[in-house]
T-cell receptor, first 118, second 113 residues
Framework: AQSVAQPEDQVNVAEGNPLTVKCTYS??????LFWYVQYPNRGLQFLLK??????LVKGSYGFEAEFNKSQTSFHLKKPSALVSDSALYFC????????????????FGKGTHLIIQP | EPEVTQTPSHQVTQMGQEVILRCVPI?????FYWYRQILGQKVEFLVS????????KSEIFDDQFSVERPDGSNFTLKIRSTKLEDSAMYFC???????????FGPGTRLTVT
């Protein structure tokens, strides 16, 4: 079975500083990895994904994430945080070992509240 | 930009009643999903749907739940006899398999009293 761990319930960062939101995963096969952001009373917005290729992937709003296979991690990063980045961030995984061409559900972490202080 | 829409935004129902949550996926997507998020908890996968049949379902998706794509545009989730613990935000998502990106709707908040 696949799982995702987001070890921090909350991350506090001063505006302008770099931010990191941690994510580790466990799958049987090779992972497809995703980050989503959720603003209050809104749905989940896709930020970025790792499917294959370069370990560093870039996404929306200046966010990036680094896939590290040996550490089974996919941490979300941004070089300079904005107050508007404050939201709930979810890491998610799909295990392609079981992907038979049908529709595969994502397994989400519990989420990390990112708070950017002015 | 195309988006997934869901109706209603909020549904209040009494325990034991049937509810139908509706979703309109992005028009050229072929893969459809339902997830739920109990207040303060993580998003959980319920069911996926492709080619007019269920592709995968979780242990949460028991006999009380069903999904349907009745008319080629809507995608519905029916809960036959709601329980208090069904109270949650229910999200619909659709996917273009070429990108593997699932796009989520704004959700329906279901409150069972």
């Amino acid at each position: 079975a696949q799982s995702v761990a987001q070890p921090e319930d909350q991350v506090n960062v001063a505006e302008g500083n770099p931010l990191t939101v941690k994510c580790t995963y466990s799958v049987s096969g090779n992972p497809y990895l995703f980050w989503y952001v959720q603003y209050p009373n809104r749905g989940l917005q896709f930020l970025l994904k790792y499917i294959t290729g370069d370990n560093l992937v870039k996404g929306s709003y200046g966010f990036e994430a680094e896939f590290n296979k040996s550490q089974t991690s996919f941490h979300l990063k941004k070089p300079s945080a904005l107050v508007s980045d404050s939201a709930l961030y979810f890491c998610a995984v799909r295990d392609i070992l079981y992907s038979g061409g049908g529709a595969d559900g994502l397994t989400f972490g519990k989420g990390t509240h990112l708070i950017i202080q002015p | 930009e195309p988006e997934v829409t869901q109706t209603p935004s909020h549904q209040v129902t009494q325990m034991g009643q049937e509810v139908i949550l509706r979703c309109v996926p992005i028009s050229n997507h072929l893969y459809f999903y339902w997830y739920r998020q109990i207040l303060g908890q993580k998003v959980e996968f319920l069911v996926s749907f492709y080619n007019n049949e269920i592709s995968e379902k979780s242990e949460i998706f028991d006999d009380q739940f069903s999904v349907e794509r009745p008319d080629g545009s809507n995608f519905t989730l029916k809960i036959r006899s709601t329980k208090l613990e069904d109270s949650a935000m229910y999200f619909c998502a659709s996917e273009d398999r070429h990108s593997y990106e699932q796009y989520f709707g704004p959700g329906t908040r279901l409150t069972v009293t």
